[in-house]
């Protein structure tokens, strides 16, 4: 009983930077995973970052090689938010970005199947 909603879309510049959030409502987890994902047009849904937590122990953060280094991922437990922080966008990272929301940090972390709760989608268009 997960509501997730995206805001930060936009359109920006090669090189420029854009910061998505994305908000949770419902029951909080004291564990659990929230992930982004993208899907460009005329190709299939990709894992772009992902982060898990659980009560006591430390956040860990993912990325798929087409970002690392170049977008950052975190999350503020008292405000039930993710963020995503692109920077160096390039003309590649065109694509509607969606947040996705587990309530276990175990299991693969790339796999949109392993995610129940999903967001609407922001849209994210980079100009060369």
């Known amino acids: 009983q997960v509501q997730l909603v995206e805001t930060g879309g936009g359109l920006v510049q090669a090189g420029g930077s854009l910061r998505l959030s994305c908000t949770a409502s419902?029951?909080?987890?004291?564990?659990?995973?929230m992930g982004w994902f993208r899907q460009a047009p005329g190709k299939e849904r990709e894992f772009v970052a992902a982060?898990?937590?659980?009560?006591?122990?430390?956040?860990?953060?993912y990325y798929a090689d087409s970002v690392k280094g170049r977008f950052t991922i975190s999350r503020d437990n008292a405000k039930n938010t993710v963020y995503l922080q692109m920077n160096s966008l390039k003309p590649e990272d065109t694509a509607v970005y969606y947040c996705?929301?587990?309530?276990?940090?175990?299991?693969?972390?790339?796999?949109?199947?392993?995610?129940?709760?999903w967001g609407q989608g922001t849209q994210v268009t980079v100009s060369s």
């Open positions: 996705a929301a587990r309530s276990s940090r175990f299991g693969s972390h790339w796999d949109g199947g392993n995610y129940p709760y």
């Open positions: 419902g029951r909080t987890s004291s564990s659990g995973a």
């Open positions: 982060i898990t937590w659980s009560v006591g122990s430390a956040y860990y953060e």
